[in-house]
């Protein structure tokens, strides 16, 4: 399995950015997929996560309404649109795939069972 996380930057706040998460060597509409972001010393942090399907998005307050979540299974990819980025949005992004055995994603790193590589978004001030 791999997941392939693409499209950071450097971006100047209120600017946008779009990830991209391509997903090889799993049934892709298997699995709930999310986005994570670690910032310098601290820890991993819930972005964001879509449903199996695609029917359901997950977002914390700190991203509502400025980030999106997509997903397109037949490309076995999973987008996320993040605008209006603030300097505390800097932080390596991962994506991350939760088989679908519970009816919605978890929020919680642990039960992801397969992680990207990370992707370093920085927005300066």
């Known amino acids: 399995v791999q997941l392939q996380a693409f499209g950071g930057g450097l971006v100047q706040a209120g600017g946008c950015l779009r990830l991209?998460?391509?997903?090889?060597?799993?049934?892709?509409?298997?699995?709930?997929m999310g986005w994570f972001r670690q910032a310098a010393g601290k820890e991993r942090e819930f972005v964001t996560a879509?449903?199996?399907?695609?029917?359901?998005?997950y977002y914390p307050d700190s991203v509502k309404g400025r980030f999106t979540i997509s997903r397109d299974n037949a490309k076995n990819t999973v987008y996320l649109q993040m605008n209006s980025l603030k300097p505390e949005d800097t932080a390596v992004y991962y994506c991350?795939?939760?088989?679908?055995?519970?009816?919605?994603?978890?929020?919680?790193?642990?039960?992801?069972?397969?992680w990207g590589q990370g992707t370093q978004v920085t927005v300066s001030s």
């Open positions: 991350a795939a939760d088989f679908a055995g519970r009816v919605s994603p978890s929020r919680f790193p642990a039960q992801y069972e397969y």
């Open positions: 991209s998460c391509a997903a090889s060597g799993l049934t892709f509409s298997n699995y709930h």
């Open positions: 879509v449903s199996a399907s695609g029917g359901g998005t």
